[in-house]
């Protein structure tokens, strides 16, 4: 398949409404356990939001009640919107599809590399008070 694409980060204030988007052009759509990770310079990469191949959502405790992941199937396209923006929201976002059964947002077996997972360049968000 083609690389996942990010877009949609920017430099937004505190507050602020985002909503990034995750192209996955040549997927096969609902085949893969999609999610949204975010990292922060000197900390690890950690699972933000994702979509099973049921459509279900899973959320991080951290993050419920203010993100929201979505789809658009007729597009290939994931979806992260975040609400009510801080500057802890600010890093590296990723998008990935992960092909091992089952979906989930912890590191282990999931979330690895090629050619388990699939995980596009980044998009940076930074949040400015």
């Known amino acids: 398949p083609r690389p996942i694409e990010e877009s949609g980060g920017g430099s937004v204030q505190s507050g602020g409404r985002l909503r990034l988007s995750c192209a996955a052009s040549?997927?096969?759509?609902?085949?893969?356990?999609m999610a949204w990770f975010r990292r922060v310079p000197g900390k690890v990469r950690e699972g933000v939001a994702a979509?099973?191949?049921?459509?279900?959502?899973i959320y991080a405790d951290s993050e419920k009640g203010r993100v929201t992941v979505s789809e658009d199937r007729t597009k290939n396209t994931l979806y992260l919107q975040i609400d009510g923006l801080t500057a802890d929201d600010s890093g590296t976002y990723y998008c990935?599809?992960?092909?091992?059964?089952?979906?989930?947002?912890?590191?282990?077996?999931?979330?690895?590399?090629?050619?388990?997972?699939?995980w596009g360049q980044g998009t940076q968000v930074t949040v400015s008070s």
């Open positions: 990935a599809a992960d092909t091992l059964p089952g979906c989930g947002l912890e590191m282990g077996p999931r979330w690895g590399g090629y050619p388990q997972t699939f």
């Open positions: 040549g997927y096969r759509w609902r085949s893969y356990c």
């Open positions: 979509l099973d191949r049921n459509g279900d959502t």
